[in-house]
């Protein structure tokens, strides 16, 4: 499937299992999640940051039947929320998928919960929460917002502050905010850092 190597050469394997969209996705992802531990003085790994951004969505265009059914077959534990929608357990079929090849615990971590967030995310997995949402070719966000966003003191502030942007907008289509994400809310809030 893939390979633990360099940038490079794990960009060109994604090439063949994602759509050039998803590829673009995934190199903006990993270009501001560089972007953020630089602007914040992050220490975390580059090479790793990056790899994590570029295999996040590993797993995003397969079909729900095929989500569902990995998720079944592997006994993964999810979300009620992952449960009720499944384009949001990609995360946790490609966390697995990348636990299952040798990736780091914390490169999986941040993917199973790039989605939702969670208190078990950790720094690397802060920065792709928020790196996967503001990305610049996400049509979601105006500029001024994303700036906005970047502007705010903190990763911790950022992410408050997507976490009240999301809670809005399921809110809008009645639907309920995660557990986790408000576990994370409710975390930060208290002032504690991943």
């Known amino acids: 499937m893939f390979s633990r190597t360099g940038s490079i050469t794990l960009e060109e394997e994604l090439s063949s299992l994602m759509s050039e969209a998803r590829v673009l996705h995934s190199k903006e992802t990993a270009a501001t999640s560089l972007s953020l531990v630089s602007q914040f003085g992050e220490q975390l790994d580059r090479g790793l940051c990056s790899r994590t951004a570029l295999l996040h969505d590993i797993a995003r ?24 929608d499944p384009v949001l357990l990609h995360a946790p079929v490609g966390s697995h998928l990348l636990m299952e090849k040798g990736y780091e615990s914390s490169l999986c971590l941040a993917v199973r919960y790039h989605t939702l967030g969670s208190v078990h995310m950790g720094r690397l997995g802060l920065v792709l929460f928020i790196a996967d949402y503001i990305e610049p070719g996400r049509k979601h966000l105006s500029d001024r917002i994303r700036k906005e966003l970047r502007d705010l003191p903190s990763l911790e502030m950022i992410c408050l502050e997507i976490l009240r942007m999301q809670g809005l907008y399921l809110q809008s289509k009645g639907k309920e905010t995660a ?7 409710r975390y930060l809030l208290a002032g504690k850092i991943l």
């Open 61 to 84: 265009e397969w079909t729900d039947d095929d989500l569902l059914l990995y998720a079944k077959n592997h006994h993964l534990a999810l979300e009620k929320e992952e449960e009720g």
């Open 179 to 185: 557990r986790c994400s408000e576990e994370l809310k």
